[in-house]
């Protein structure tokens, strides 16, 4: 808060200006209506009298004309916008704002009867308004502009300096983001290369030109226009691309073995709602496998969020964090980030107080969910009302190794979580899930399959609303696939996949805490959220085409290597039971289903829980029977060696040769080129 008051500060003489000179644009502009529309005919009166009669009884009006109109335009944020950078929908605001402010007057008038105003001269005002603002304010650009350039032609020509950069460019896009993308390169000191060619899907702009630039043909036709003007960069100027769309837009520039960038959004804020100036960005994992935006009822959300004390378990990691970060938009009264490890937490907590205020009520707290008593001082000293459950040990390989401690921190600690909670007063508790709990063949999908049975029982038993949320993998997320595989490639590889057949889903992690805070606000207690996880993705897959996203070709210059299965994986997942399968209902939202629920005897439940304690406390062998008596649809794919390692017990029994391989690659590789 103190930081924005300060640019508004540093900004104010700029404000005021603009302010004085849009007072007197105003006042001139209500004149020229009065001349127009009072012009003598079909009068009695001389042209001249009437005139001076109208003005005379305006005069008095013009003072509460000019405060509403400035008060209008500076919370409608026109003191704001960046002119040098202005593009259509900054000028659609200034129409909005004027109309706004013409309202304002006319419902001023009508309240306080103040001397009656002509309809038409508003308009007519408000019309000439818009344009004599709008035009001061380009004509200046225009003079700024045009002298920059004078200064840039000057100064090359005293140094006699060497032409720049003429890499030849692509332009994906000849609509306003396209334009911005060439006057980009064009510009002072731009070392981004030279526009020779732009492509857009809206046939009717080929032929076109914008700024000097031909537009030669579609998407479609870049792999032969990359050929023809010996293309080196392609620049994606379409800002409105999403999901499938750009996955396909950037998987046919790839194949060209272009550089790729993006522009970034010339109508972008910062979190300060400062236009962002246009850049060039480079590709990343998120552009790469991009989803279509969810689509979110954010009154829902708000009404179990707002001024609320929200606790977040797990605060500090992948999910945690996000989910801290969306839960921050709908502000809560107070935010409790928990997590074990204070480093992360730290962090999170300052990117927070930079982007809302160092003086905002968020309040990190060190502990771990195995901690009872920890977990009884959290609840009582702060009463959150709302807990998302993120903390969890996740990584499978390492749990297959570690049994007992998976089912101490993710069984028990989530045991003692609601326990705590709900003896504290807790509304709402929203357990984060995993599509390895279905069928799980590892120890960690096991024991958060123990997890959603738990926010069942609780559901049953208390008064508090219980809930879990079920997904797939996160882009992104720590120890999940994708930076492993970009690590792998810079480094020169080998990019190593467990298996060439084995599938996963896929969400982002935006999406992934954005679609568990709308399952909270369904609050459907004891109910098992399942996400639509899209379409699975297969690993073979994913890894060649990160591998040309990185420019390189599979197997030519950067090796795939298969490793075989490791302990607890399998070759897909799975977000249902067969049991569930005919039994999903639907929610309100489109990408949110329910699971039917359990039938949990709960004296059997809780005496296999006791069970289960005691063998963790004692050996990890132990604890994996035990998840196999609680779990009748956990099959483990783990063997213990002699040497006390743990490998796959099973689907690692194919010969995978290298000629195999590359030819699964080259039928890969000649299906794109025959879609494309």
């Not at 496998?289 to 500090?316: M, P």
């Not at 960690?444 to 926010?455: A, D, H, Q, V």
Request: net charge neutral.
């Amino acid at each position: 808060m103190k930081q924005k008051n300060r640019q508004l500060i540093n900004g104010l003489p700029r404000r005021i200006l603009l302010m004085l000179l849009d007072c007197g644009l105003i006042v001139f502009c209500y004149y020229l209506a009065i001349l127009l529309r009072f012009d003598g005919e079909d009068s009695i009166v001389p042209a001249a009298v009437l005139r001076a009669e109208v003005i005379r009884a305006m005069a008095p009006m013009l003072p509460y004309v000019l405060v509403i109109y400035m008060v209008v335009f500076w919370f409608g944020g026109l003191y704001e916008i960046m002119w040098e950078y202005a593009g259509m929908r900054d000028l659609a605001r200034l129409t909005c704002l004027s109309g706004l402010a013409t309202g304002f007057i006319l419902l001023f008038d009508l309240i306080f009867r103040t001397r009656p105003i002509s309809g038409t001269v508003l308009i007519l005002g408000a019309v000439f308004n818009t344009a004599a603002i709008a035009g001061v304010r380009f004509l200046w650009r225009f003079v700024r502009t045009a002298t920059r350039l004078r200064k840039d032609n000057r100064a090359k020509q005293k140094s006699n300096a060497a032409p720049r950069d003429a890499t030849p460019l692509l332009i994906v896009g000849a609509g306003n983001a396209g334009a911005w993308a060439v006057n980009l390169c064009k510009s002072k000191n731009s070392s981004f290369g030279n526009p020779v060619v732009i492509v857009d899907d809206d046939l009717t702009k080929k032929g076109l030109r914008v700024q000097g630039v031909p537009v030669r043909g579609t998407i479609s036709d870049i792999p032969e226009l990359v050929r023809k003007y010996h293309i080196v960069e392609i620049i994606i100027a379409i800002t409105t691309l999403k999901g499938e769309r750009l996955n396909e837009v950037i998987n046919l520039c790839n194949s060209t073995h272009c550089r790729v960038r993006m522009l970034s959004d010339p109508q972008a804020v910062d979190a300060n709602g400062k236009p962002v100036v246009a850049g060039l960005r480079e590709l990343n994992t998120s552009d790469f496998l991009s989803r279509d935006e969810v689509q979110l009822n954010s009154a829902q959300i708000s009404e179990y969020l707002h001024d609320k004390v929200v606790l977040v378990t797990g605060g500090g990691g992948s999910i945690g964090s996000e989910l801290c970060r969306q839960i921050m938009r709908y502000r809560p009264r107070q935010l409790l980030i928990f997590d074990i490890y204070e480093n992360s937490a730290y962090e999170l907590e300052m990117e927070l107080r930079n982007k809302y205020g160092a003086d905002i009520n968020v309040v990190t707290l060190i502990g771990s969910i195995r901690d009872i008593k920890r977990l009884d001082e959290v609840f009582e000293t702060y009463h959150p009302s709302v807990v998302f459950h993120a903390a969890a040990h996740k990584h499978v390989p390492l749990m297959e190794v570690s049994p007992a401690e998976a089912v101490k921190n993710n069984v028990f600690g989530t045991k003692n979580l609601l326990t705590s909670a709900a003896e504290h007063g807790v509304e709402r508790f929203v357990q984060l899930s995993t599509d390895k709990a279905v069928n799980p063949t590892n120890v960690m999908g096991c024991t958060k399959r123990i997890c959603e049975m738990l926010i069942q029982t609780f559901a049953k038993n208390t008064s508090m609303k219980c809930m879990a949320v079920r997904f797939g993998n996160v882009l992104g997320s720590h120890g999940s696939v994708i930076p492993l595989f970009e690590e792998q490639i810079k480094n020169g590889g080998p990019v190593t996949i467990t298996h060439p057949d084995i599938v996963r889903y896929f969400m982002t992690i935006p999406e992934a805490a954005q679609l568990v805070l709308q399952a909270g606000g369904l609050a459907q207690s004891g109910s098992i959220y399942v996400l639509d996880m899209g379409e699975p993705v297969k690993i073979m897959d994913l890894a060649t085409r990160l591998i040309r996203f990185y420019g390189y070709e599979p197997n030519v210059n950067m090796e795939i290597k298969v490793t075989g299965l490791r302990p607890g994986e399998k070759l897909y997942e799975e977000l249902m039971l067969d049991s569930e399968q005919d039994r999903m209902t639907k929610t309100a939202h489109d990408k949110i289903f329910i699971a039917p629920p359990m039938q949990i005897d709960l004296a059997a439940f809780y005496e296999e829980l006791q069970n289960l304690r005691h063998d963790a406390e004692h050996n990890d062998e132990g604890a994996v029977l035990s998840l196999q008596r609680m779990v009748g649809t956990y099959h483990p794919n783990r063997v213990v060696n002699e040497d006390h390692t743990v490998s796959a017990a099973h689907g690692n029994t194919e010969t995978i040769d290298k000629e195999e391989l590359q030819k699964a690659l080259d039928e890969q590789h000649s299906t794109q080129q025959n879609a494309q």
